[in-house]
């Protein structure tokens, strides 16, 4: 059975960071892609970014290029996500997602396994 566990979230002030991780087990982490979706109050969950398998490819919502960075750990089987120069619009659920592929992908119905989500609240 495939687990994925996030942590990391918390209150932070505008401009601030934080580091999510999500710890994985259950299969080959290597062998797909990792994404992290988030999904605000009253709102639809949406993409934030991917990672291919090796972590040589990655891509972002505009919304998030330049602030946040995806990278991964495959020796312990987690995907991490470094958020810097947070904004209030950044407040929402985030959480950690399991491709059913090896590329990055940054469609929903393309993702098979999720976590439980952290909360991130930005403060302004």
């Known amino acids: 059975q495939v687990q994925l566990v996030e942590s990391g979230g918390g209150v932070v002030q505008a401009g601030g960071s934080l580091r999510l991780s999500c710890a994985a087990s259950g299969r080959t982490f290597s062998s797909y892609a990792m994404g992290w979706f988030r999904q605000a109050p009253g709102k639809e969950r949406v993409f934030v970014a991917t990672?291919?398998?090796?972590?040589?490819?990655?891509y972002y919502a505009d919304s998030v290029k330049g602030r946040f960075t995806i990278s991964r750990d495959n020796a312990k089987t987690t995907v991490y996500l470094q958020m810097n120069s947070l904004k209030p619009e950044d407040t929402a659920v985030y959480y950690c997602?399991?491709?059913?592929?090896?590329?990055?992908?940054?469609?929903?119905?393309?993702?098979?396994?999720w976590g439980q989500g952290t909360q991130v609240t930005v403060s302004s």
């Open positions: 997602a399991g491709s059913k592929y090896a590329g990055v992908t940054y469609h929903y119905n393309e993702y098979a396994y």
């Open positions: 990672i291919n398998w090796s972590g040589s490819s990655t």
